[in-house]
């Protein structure tokens, strides 16, 4: 149990364009859901919490209105980068959290912005 | 504001060796502690946990980490290790207080190399 499915694996597009991220819990109800992002050979970075149902919290340097995200279910939160730079290339992580405490993390979106 | 210090960026050990890599935070109240395995353009992985009670705890792949609440460290150790467990590796603390709501801060990783 406790699976979490990120789509696409890897996505590559061109600069100017927008991408969308999916995060889905496979076996749960995710009561809240959480992004991050990853550059070569760096740590983790938490970029924002999402509730279902309300406006995403970003962390103090995200800008919200280039991360989108949606958190429309209990089981599916949305990132959509808009309008991605090379700079934006990065790998993208979500985790999701039952009421439990432990958050289970997807598998991870590379992405690469031409 | 939680912090996570991972003091070594790289640790090279002998196959069969033994390992510990080390891990101290900062949090102001009660922590949720994680250490992850990540390989290569891979994700995590979790390879242990804690939240309360035996400061000791087992996680998979044979290792243990030590929660010690008066250097504020959990250190994860191996006792022998195995070319397979050359990888990168994190420490991370959550939101014990705020029951698990926050995110989870990281810290800068290990770089673990094992030499034949």
């Known amino acids: 149990g406790a699976v979490v499915s990120q789509h696409p694996s890897r996505v590559i597009c061109k600069s100017g364009t927008s991408v969308k991220i999916e995060c889905r819990s496979l076996d749960f109800q995710a009561t809240t859901m959480f992004w991050y992002r990853q550059f070569p050979k760096q740590s983790l970075m938490l970029m924002a919490t999402?509730?279902?149902?309300?406006?995403?919290?970003?962390e103090q340097g995200v800008e919200k209105d280039k991360f989108l995200i949606n958190h429309a279910s209990l089981t599916l939160s949305t990132l959509t980068v808009t309008s991605a730079h090379p700079e934006d290339s990065s790998f993208y992580i979500c985790?999701?959290?039952?009421?439990?405490?432990?958050?289970?993390f997807g598998p991870g979106t590379r992405l690469t912005v031409l | 504001a939680q912090s996570v210090t991972q003091p070594d960026i790289h640790i090279t050990v002998s196959e069969g060796a033994s390992l510990e890599l080390r891990c101290n935070y900062s949090?102001?109240?009660?922590?949720?502690l994680f250490w992850y395995v990540q390989s290569p353009g891979q994700g995590l992985q979790l390879l242990l946990k804690?939240?309360?009670?035996?400061?000791l705890v087992q996680g998979i792949k044979g290792f243990e980490a030590e929660f010690k609440r008066s250097q504020s460290s959990f250190n994860l150790r191996k006792p022998s290790v195995h070319w397979s467990d050359a990888a990168e590796y994190f420490c991370?603390?959550?939101?014990?207080?705020?029951?698990?709501?926050?995110?989870?801060?990281f810290g800068k990783g290990t770089h673990l190399i094992i030499q034949p």
């Open positions: 991370a603390v959550g939101g014990g207080s705020g029951g698990g709501a926050d995110g989870l801060t």
């Open positions: 999402s509730n279902e149902g309300s406006k995403a919290t970003y």
């Open positions: 949090y102001g109240a009660t922590p949720y």
């Open positions: 985790s999701a959290r039952a009421p439990a405490p432990e958050p289970f």
């Open positions: 804690y939240f309360s009670g035996d400061t």
